[in-house]
């Protein structure tokens, strides 16, 4: 599904990703975990081609084609998906219209005729209620005074409409309550098929006690220092990160 | 018809002789079909027009483009109507499936077209003005130039003066319109043409009003329109007025809106801006009586050369008046823009709310916004805010768009006409709102560019 060889990238010439290697096979569902700063939101950005970073080196394959090539649009239809971990807002845009643009130019690009307004408004409350989203937000502006919930959601319900072979949740748990955490851990698992896989990237275990990860992986300082299994973030969750960064003194004296 | 002699010999010493010449000596044939109280305004507003000009040096509202220009070319002017197109085609637009009663003015007259003036079951009168000002006297002794001001603006003055013909509309006490009063100003013709009308609408006690004016050009040469609207809203009556400018960029347009509220009255003034070489809105609100509400709405959307000005006077007279104002423009290629925006608050005018925006999107780096809110409260217990912004559009929210499989030309389009809905989606009625909205889609996309008079010179 998803080959990362040998990554670098910058931001305004500091380097903040220094070499990430990252095997995803479809079906599979990786965590990447990590402290602050160590470049985990940055890895979302150039996978989805955010402008402003700069690839110095290495390349990422996305089921055989090069990735790093493709514009934003380009691999959301080819089903790149990004929850944002800071939903944009977009004041006179409402919800219908800004996801029957989206769907309908992933329709185009499939070589599908754009769904009707009713079709669409059927399939559209079909995902609404996979992630609980009160029908009143459709015609509010693109979460435009939207609760931190409900940008959550809002995002997992995108998710839902447009169907991605892989999904990166950024940091989707953060600014959640106990059930907002769990409806949209519910919607995740929901969409989940055997062909999809997710990355999930987040600070604590305790989102991925709902998603559970086939693997996990710890970025530190640009590098993915360790990778193991599920239990890998009860490890985390009760030492911390200090631990890795012993095994990574190098990395450390380049930071400072 | 026009005498064009003097006006070559005059015009590039003294613009003011060369206009007003052509019009002195045709002056029985302005005065021939208007009323007595039309008439009677001229002299004054002849002598105002010589002691301004076509602008007051001190009134600072044409700094920023050569208004004298303008003025210097020779343009036609008509005395009489010239015959009407009856080329039904002229009016296939999305606004012309309206339900409306709908009136045609050729460069500024009234056609005939049209009835000369209707008067429906409820006693609800609209038509032409001249015909309207000879049968109806006592009426327009009562309003007619009683608050559109010559004496310090120049092209005010000279519409005074020389004005012909325009649109009458008016209501009687309780009288309610079922449908939307709907004029269509069309120029047409061979040479480059000046035409000056005026409308006065009147609204009174309890009445309620719907008035759309559509401004179109039909030929390419160079036109120059001037024209007043005088609006009279009485107690608890309610007016909404839209405006909807689309005529080709070589001409100019210059128009003066006077609104006076009474009691309790709700004025809405909409006016899209979707094309048109100079133009230049005018809005001057007095609010008479106590508890008006005035909106004043306004959307721009300018290009290449254009240029396009809105300037707003809201003067709290009585207390416990709320006014609220919004102008949003998008500015592209080389246009410029201005927004000045006055708010004027009497001693006496207390609990006052007074509320004035305006936003803008500069998509280019040569285009330029001009914008200057001015508050003069003179009141204690007042409640007053404004605001202006110049951006460009949200980066952020376009790489949203965009990592939801969006183009970059369509997330562009989708938050240019979300900041642009803000503006249509005040306008009442649905089928008007949503036509409107289509033509601002429709010239986002360059797909309502005016060609004629482009000074691209592209093949179309």
């Known amino acids: 599904m998803l080959q990362i060889k040998n990554l670098h990238a910058s931001i305004g010439g500091k380097e903040i990703l220094k070499g990430v290697n990252l095997l995803i096979n479809a079906g599979e569902i990786h965590a990447i975990m990590g402290p602050n700063g160590s470049g985990k939101s940055t890895l979302a950005a150039i996978l989805t081609g955010k402008p402003g970073y700069e690839v110095t080196d290495g390349e990422v394959l996305f089921n055989g084609d090069d990735l790093l090539a493709m514009s934003p649009e380009e691999r959301s239809h080819k089903g790149l998906f990004l929850s944002f971990q800071y939903p944009v807002e977009i004041p006179g845009v409402s919800n219908v219209n800004f996801m029957k643009a989206a769907l309908n130019e992933h329709r185009k690009y499939k070589g599908l005729e754009p769904l009707s307004a009713s079709e669409f408004l059927k399939l559209m409350r079909e995902k609404m209620a996979l992630v609980e989203i009160d029908s009143k937000l459709t015609s509010r502006s693109v979460n435009e005074g939207f609760s931190g919930g409900e940008k959550k959601r809002n995002e997992i319900f995108q998710m839902a409409m447009l169907e991605p072979k892989l999904s990166i949740l950024d940091e989707t748990d953060s600014g959640l309550d106990i059930d907002a955490l769990r409806i949209v851990a519910n919607g995740v698992n929901m969409l989940k098929r055997p062909d999809t896989s997710t990355i999930v990237i987040t600070h604590y275990q305790r989102l991925l006690n709902y998603i559970v990860p086939d693997i996990i992986h710890v970025l530190y300082n640009g590098k993915i220092v360790k990778t193991a299994g599920k239990e890998l973030a009860l490890e985390l969750e009760e030492k911390g990160y200090d631990w890795l960064k012993i095994d990574d003194s190098a990395n450390m004296d380049a930071k400072e | 018809m026009t005498n064009n002699v003097d006006t070559a010999k005059l015009k590039y010493k003294n613009p003011v002789n060369a206009f007003i010449n052509p019009y002195l000596l045709n002056m029985d044939l302005i005065c021939a079909n208007a009323g007595e109280a039309m008439n009677g305004a001229r002299k004054k507003a002849i002598e105002n027009f010589n002691i301004n000009g076509i602008y007051n040096r001190e009134n600072d509202k044409y700094k920023h483009f050569d208004i004298q220009n303008i003025f210097s070319y020779d343009y036609e002017k008509y005395?009489?109507?010239?015959?009407?197109?009856?080329?039904?085609?002229?009016?296939?637009?999305?606004?012309?499936?309206?339900?409306?009663?709908?009136?045609?003015?050729?460069?500024?007259?009234?056609?005939?077209?049209?009835e000369k003036l209707t008067v429906l079951d409820n006693g609800v009168i609209y038509g032409s003005l001249a015909e309207a000002s000879v049968k109806y006297p006592e009426i327009f002794k009562k309003y007619y130039n009683q608050i559109a001001d010559g004496k310090n603006e120049g092209l005010v003055a000279m519409n005074t003066a020389f004005a012909q013909d325009g649109v009458f509309v008016f209501l009687p006490q309780n009288a309610i319109l079922d449908k939307p009063v709907q004029i269509t100003n069309i120029l047409l013709g061979e040479s480059n043409s000046m035409v000056q009308y005026r409308n006065l609408f009147i609204v009174e006690p309890n009445a309620k009003a719907n008035i759309l004016i559509c401004n179109n050009t039909f030929s390419d040469s160079k036109f120059l329109a001037n024209c007043i609207n005088e609006t009279f809203v009485a107690n608890n009556a309610r007016l909404e007025v839209v405006r909807l400018q689309n005529e080709h960029n070589n001409s100019c347009h210059f128009s003066f809106t006077h609104v006076k509220q009474e009691n309790g009255s709700v004025y809405t003034d909409n006016t899209i801006t979707l094309n048109g070489g100079v133009v230049c809105n005018n809005m001057e609100t007095t609010l008479a009586g106590e508890h008006c509400e005035n909106h004043t709405f306004g959307l721009f959307l300018a290009d290449r050369s254009q240029y396009v000005a809105n300037y707003t006077a809201v003067n709290h007279a009585s207390p416990h008046c709320t006014s609220n104002e919004l102008f949003k423009g998008i500015l592209d290629d080389m246009a410029t823009g201005i927004f000045k925006g006055k708010i004027h608050v009497s001693p006496h005018a207390d609990k006052t709310a007074a509320f004035q925006a305006n936003n803008n999107i500069l998509l280019s780096d040569a285009s330029r916004m001009f914008t200057r809110p001015q508050l003069e409260i003179y009141a204690d217990d007042v409640k007053c805010s404004h605001g202006v912004t110049v951006g460009?559009?949200?980066?952020?929210?376009?790489?949203?768009?965009?990592?939801r499989g969006m183009e970059y030309r369509q997330a562009q389009l989708l938050q240019l006409f979300g900041f642009a809905y803000d503006i249509i989606s005040k306008i009442s009625a649905e089928s008007l709102r949503d036509s409107i909205a289509d033509m601002v889609e429709k010239r986002l996309k360059g797909e309502l560019s005016q060609c004629i008079g482009c000074t691209y010179q592209c093949k179309k």
């Open chain 2, 79 to 114: 005395f009489v109507p010239n015959a009407f197109q009856t080329d039904n085609d002229m009016f296939i637009c999305d606004i012309y499936d309206l339900i409306s009663y709908k009136i045609f003015l050729q460069n500024g007259f009234y056609t005939d077209k049209n």
């Open chain 2, 392 to 403: 460009r559009l949200d980066e952020e929210a376009l790489f949203y768009m965009r990592s």
